[in-house]
């Protein structure tokens, strides 16, 4: 997979709510009422990753969810870290 440009994944991401671009990846934090809640997410998000055989970095603590999306293989940002992303959106019912 191609990793994109810097103006590519800018342009994109203005798209992508609740997400930011630094470190050459895509970043993201959610809050949920719970811990099982954000477990929940965190099982669900799960499903799309393996279906999509990509997985992010992410990190929980008690009822907080942050997300880092790269593509190692192209040590950067590619169409599937957008593909993954927006899926994720979804899930959490990110809303505008």
């Known amino acids: 997979m191609k990793k994109l440009s810097n103006q ?17 990846a895509l970043h993201t934090d959610f809050e949920f009422d719970n811990f099982k809640d954000c477990m929940t997410a965190m099982n669900r998000i799960a499903f799309e990753c393996e279906a999509l055989n990509h997985h992010p ?12 999306l790269t593509t190692h293989d192209a040590d950067g940002v590619t ?18």
Not at 9 to 22: A, G, H, P, S, T
Not at 57 to 68: A, D, K, Q, S
Not at 79 to 89: Q, S, T, V, Y
């Open 57 to 68: 970095e992410w990190r929980n603590v008690y009822n907080t969810l942050e997300i880092r």
């Open 8 to 24: 590519e994944i800018e342009k994109r991401i203005e798209n992508l709510i609740d997400w930011d671009f630094y470190e050459d």
């Open 79 to 96: 169409e599937l870290d957008f593909k993954l992303a927006e899926a994720i959106n979804k899930i959490v019912e990110v809303e505008e």
